[in-house]
């Protein structure tokens, strides 16, 4: 009976194209370790099978553990993530222009990839013990679980990694029952932001003429100006929608509001950011702006996508990788060696693999018999489908360049377990739908 039991820990679909995707990632890092000699030249695939091993110890782990008793110690936890990455940020390793690693010699951890879960884990517990009080409260603290790591995070700075916590929380919030003027408050304000630290870099590197209306982002007096105009129209509207009880004048102090507090983010991250970091955000509008910079990642990346063809050039036949044109091949543009070399046929296997685990999830969080399992799927769900939107049509260049990993298939430890683990929650919640111990 307990051996049945144990069996019945596992969701079969998940396990299967869980394994299956990190036997392909494992398969082209072992590729991309390839030079134009043939010759191997990495150990990466090595330790990726390690860590591959180790993941599926790590998910039937997190399997076994009964998901509704963590509760108890995200308390402690969400604040130890805090205060690691906190001193990540000031001690940790410099790695690709972000200080986001922490470990000894050639061992190290990404601590805000772990975060993730955490996040999931800390706000599915924070929106299921506050589904009764007033809305405008659940969101104002459900906003700063969310400003806490994710400002953190932009800190080292790690762009890619930060982004990923948006959607996560939208996604839960939504199915939470957040109103959406608060979501629409929190995904605009991103969005703008966005935009107005974009535009000089993209005056000056991109278009390479002075256009006149963006003298607003980059004349630092001139933007204090219209910040504090808007703020006057913003508080304006917040005590006339008090006072006069009109629903206009809370459109107005919500658009102003927003336009106010992009306007500000957009000086902090312009401090933050360095220019070329902005720059991978816009050069996928025209890679060839820059082909020899900025522009060339994409520009490889696309060559090597379309030499793939239908079927590919067969494996360990890639030429894009094999002389080294496609830049962090095995983490970021592991799904060009793919295509470059499988085609659109192992393109799209991948798609539906992660169509089997995205779907799976679907199904998980729909027959979950609790709020707290219902909002940890929804967290993972949206996790998954973000990473793999941003990287594949980073790869296609469709979408700027973030340095967001494809889970399972792109080398590195920390992503690799952390994804395993929630794989293992995922079981955890549909295994016990049934209130089993």
């Known amino acids: 009976m307990i051996k049945i039991r144990v069996f019945s820990l596992f969701d079969y679909l998940i396990l299967s194209a869980s394994i299956f995707l990190m036997i392909i990632g494992i398969f082209f890092i072992f590729s991309s370790g390839i030079n134009s000699e043939n010759i191997l030249v990495s150990n990466e695939y090595i330790k990726q099978i390690i860590w591959a091993v180790t993941g599926l110890f790590i998910m039937f782990f997190a399997a076994l553990i009964d998901y509704r008793k963590i509760k108890r110690w995200l308390k402690w936890i969400f604040p130890g993530l805090l205060a690691v990455l906190l001193f990540t940020r000031f001690f940790g390793r410099y790695v690709n222009g972000a200080r986001s690693w922490l470990g000894i010699g050639s061992l190290g951890i990404q601590p805000s990839e772990f975060g993730k879960t955490v996040f999931i884990l800390f706000l599915a517990m924070y929106l299921e013990k506050t589904e009764?009080?007033?809305?405008?409260?659940?969101?104002?603290?459900?906003?700063?679980?969310?400003?806490?790591?994710?400002?953190?995070?932009?800190?080292q700075p790690d762009l890619g990694t930060a982004s990923v916590y948006i959607p996560i929380f939208l996604l839960m919030c939504f199915v939470a029952g957040v109103p959406m003027r608060y979501l629409l408050l929190v995904f605009l304000s991103g969005m703008l932001t966005i935009v107005m630290t974009v535009l000089p870099v993209w005056e000056s590197q991109i278009v390479k003429q002075d256009i006149p209306w963006v003298t607003l982002f980059t004349n630092f007096k001139l933007r204090m100006i219209v910040v504090f105009a808007c703020s006057m129209v913003t508080l304006a509207g917040i005590i006339g929608n008090?006072?006069?009880?009109?629903?206009?004048?809370?459109?107005?102090?919500?658009?102003?509001?927003?336009?106010t507090f992009s306007l500000l983010a957009s000086v902090a991250a312009g401090w933050v950011l360095k220019d070329y970091q902005i720059k991978r955000l816009i050069v996928f509008l025209d890679p060839q702006t820059d082909p020899l910079g900025s522009g060339w990642n994409i520009i490889q990346s696309k060559i090597a996508i379309g030499s793939g063809s239908i079927f590919g050039q067969g494996f360990l036949k890639g030429t894009q990788?094999?002389?080294r044109f496609l830049p962090q091949q095995s983490t970021d543009f592991i799904f060009s060696i793919l295509s470059e070399e499988l085609g659109f046929a192992g393109g799209l296997l991948v798609f539906f693999l992660y169509f089997v685990i995205i779907f799976r999830t679907f199904f998980i969080m729909?027959?979950?018999?609790?709020?707290?399992g219902y909002y940890i799927a929804t967290g993972i769900m949206s996790m998954l489908f973000f990473h793999f939107i941003v990287n594949v049509g980073m790869v296609m260049g469709i979408m700027p360049i973030t340095g967001i990993p494809l889970l399972f298939l792109s080398y590195g430890g920390s992503s690799l377990w952390n994804v395993m683990f929630c794989m293992g929650l995922l079981m955890s919640i549909n295994f016990r739908r049934l209130d089993f111990n």
């Not at 009764?132 to 800190?155: M, N, Q």
């Not at 729909?366 to 707290?372: D, P």
């Open 132 to 155: 009764k009080i007033s809305e405008r409260k659940r969101f104002i603290t459900a906003l700063l679980i969310l400003i806490l790591p994710v400002g953190l995070i932009l800190l």
């Open 242 to 259: 008090l006072l006069l009880k009109r629903r206009y004048f809370f459109w107005i102090a919500f658009v102003f509001g927003i336009v």
């Open 321 to 323: 990788s094999h002389y």
């Open 366 to 372: 729909k027959s979950a018999n609790n709020s707290f």
